[in-house]
T-cell receptor, first 114, second 111 residues
Framework: DGGITQSPKYLFRKEGQNVTLSCEQN?????MYWYRQDPGQGLRLIYY???????QKGDIAEGYSVSREKKESFPLTVTSAQKNPTAFYLC?????????????FGPGTRLTVL | GNSVTQMEGPVTLSEEAFLTINCTYT??????LFWYVQYPGEGLQLLLK?????DKGSNKGFEATYRKETTSFHLEKGSVQVSDSAVYFC??????????FGSGTRLQVQP
């Protein structure tokens, strides 16, 4: 089955720790995105990558880092510099080229800071 | 910049009632417009989309028409079911960069 997987589903972090959220897709999509969702709010863009070995900051990149070493993988690291990391994190991907803007989402990772 | 405004929820309806969730947008150029649905604890699923003015997107009984003159993309369904209870997000995409989302509208359908 083609799709986007995120792991873990739930993640707990202590103050001062870095944690990495996994996002993998087997859809052969070129572009990948990370969004953050807070309760009662829409999604906000953290980082995105249009091609391998290239990525750009989104609207709320401070305290986060990413890498795109492989087409199918786009891990997100939440660093200790992120002041309020408790949120639901969603990864998405989109086919490159062509004219489709549709993004496909993974099931999400819920991060809680203890 | 781009922005999306949705009606605040929750919207509470009885089964078989008519649903409208309002969505208006601000964007330069000609964005694509989307409705996504999120069930509790899950990611977002694409419900429908429209890529140009006057296009109507439809899926599972839901419809929305891209109205450039009123910059709107209202979601409608003629007869809701309990299984439609979820959070609905309106979004736009410009220059195929990323999606700009509204704040979401929670729909609760009572039997």
């Amino acid at each position: 089955d083609g799709g986007i997987t995120q792991s873990p589903k739930y993640l707990f972090r202590k103050e001062g720790q870095n944690v990495t959220l996994s996002c993998e897709q087997n859809l052969n999509h070129d572009a990948m995105y990370w969004y953050r969702q807070d309760p009662g709010q829409g999604l906000r863009l953290i980082y995105y990558s249009q091609i391998v070995n290239d990525f750009q900051k989104g609207d709320i990149a401070e305290g986060y880092s990413v890498s795109r070493e492989k087409k199918e993988s786009f891990p997100l690291t939440v660093t200790s510099a992120q002041k309020n990391p408790t949120a639901f994190y969603l990864c998405a991907s989109r086919p490159g080229g062509g004219f489709t803007d549709t993004q496909y989402f993974g099931p999400g990772t819920r991060l809680t800071v203890l | 910049g781009n922005s999306v405004t949705q009606m605040e929820g929750p919207v509470t309806l009885s089964e078989e009632a008519f649903l409208t969730i309002n969505c208006t947008y601000t964007a330069t150029g000609y964005p694509s417009l989307f409705w996504y649905v999120q069930y509790p604890g899950e990611g977002l699923q694409l419900l429908l989309k429209a890529t140009k003015a006057d296009d109507k997107g439809s899926n599972k009984g839901f419809e929305a028409t891209y109205r450039k003159e009123t910059t709107s993309f209202h979601l409608e369904k003629g007869s809701v079911q309990v299984s439609d209870s979820a959070v609905y997000f309106c979004a736009l995409s410009a220059r195929r960069r990323a999606l700009t989302f509204g704040s979401g509208t929670r729909l609760q359908v009572q039997p």
